[in-house]
């Protein structure tokens, strides 16, 4: 299956795809991308993938029985099965070597990895023809950072789009690093990285786990940009990961990190 390119369904194909963007993803997640239920027809097709060996399973036990679903992601084998079929050349042989540690990396990591799966989709939801670009979509373009965001995201508002540079803060992050990730994109605009693109700076958006570390991550941000002195030039909003899983039709959940008073929405923004 994984030598012959008419061996590979379509459908098997979009799950190939979703799972080298994204890197890890579970079975809702993927329903979710896919539009369709997590029943136990997806459940098949990822047990076919897994047969073949194109993609791997990750589910530690004492996890499974918190309840925390199975993290699946691409083998090297299926990396090189997507790269060998027709407009997937951009697949370097540098991500698939790196992709061997895929069933090795902490659980953190993987954690992480599907809480930025889970945030973009519910963005996705929200926002008709918003783009989403995650790190491996990312590392083809030079005109983004060498440590680039969690993802970056495009909206089309009037006749220009909107871009952002999203993070997902967690409540254990030490404040030191929260402070060397805003100072390197300061650093990277002020010394013109973003130059190529023609367009206005992206905005930061920020979401973290709980209220209080959004209030911890504000004042944070607030300080680097001061000492920067690029509080004029680069915005940077923040939300909880709450508010975006339950935000209603108006998507009025940002605040600005210098005014939270007032709740906008990302065209708003």
């Given amino acids: 299956m994984a030598d012959k390119r008419s061996a590979l369904k379509q459908g098997q194909i979009d799950i190939l795809e979703l799972l080298y963007k994204y890197r890890f993803g579970s079975r809702q997640l993927?329903?979710?991308?896919?539009?369709?239920?997590?029943?136990?027809?997806?459940?098949?097709k990822l047990e076919v993938l897994i047969k073949h060996e194109l993609i791997g399973k990750r589910?530690?036990?004492?996890?499974?029985?918190?309840?925390?679903?199975?993290?699946?992601?691409?083998?090297?084998?299926?990396?090189?099965?997507?790269q060998a079929l027709?407009?997937?050349?951009?697949?370097t042989d540098g991500t698939i070597k790196a992709s061997y540690k895929d069933k090795s990396v902490?659980?953190?990591?993987?954690?992480?990895?599907?809480?930025?799966?889970?945030?973009?989709?519910?963005?996705?939801?929200?926002?008709r023809g918003l783009k989403v670009y995650l790190r491996r979509d990312m590392s083809r373009y030079s005109y983004?950072?060498?440590n680039p965001p969690d993802a970056?995201?495009?909206?089309k508002v009037g006749d220009a789009p909107k871009?952002?540079?999203?993070?997902?803060?967690?409540?254990?992050?030490?404040?030191?690093?929260?402070?060397?990730?805003?100072t390197g994109y300061g650093q990277f605009f002020d010394e013109g990285g973003w130059e190529a693109t023609n367009s206005e700076l992206p905005a930061l958006l920020l979401v973290t786990e709980k209220g209080t570390t959004e209030t911890r991550t504000r004042r944070a941000v607030r300080a680097v940009l001061g000492r920067l002195d690029m509080d004029d030039d680069t915005e940077a909003y923040t939300t909880t990961f709450?508010?975006?899983?339950?935000?209603?039709?108006?998507?009025?959940i940002w605040t600005d990190v210098d005014d939270f008073d007032d709740l906008l929405n990302l065209s708003g923004l």
């Fill in 163 to 182: 871009r952002f540079f999203l993070d997902i803060i967690p409540d254990s992050l030490p404040r030191y690093v929260l402070d060397r990730r805003i």
């Fill in 30 to 44: 993927l329903a979710d991308s896919l539009g369709i239920k997590a029943g136990s027809s997806l459940y098949e």
């Fill in 106 to 127: 902490s659980q953190t990591f993987v954690s992480h990895t599907l809480k930025v799966y889970q945030l973009t989709n519910a963005l996705n939801r929200q926002y």
């Fill in 86 to 91: 027709p407009d997937h050349d951009f697949i």
């Fill in 242 to 252: 709450a508010a975006v899983e339950n935000m209603d039709d108006s998507g009025k």
């Fill in 152 to 155: 970056f995201v495009s909206l």
């Fill in 59 to 82: 589910q530690e036990k004492h996890l499974k029985l918190l309840g925390i679903p199975a993290a699946y992601y691409l083998t090297p084998k299926g990396l090189r099965t997507l």
């Fill in 144 to 146: 983004f950072p060498s």
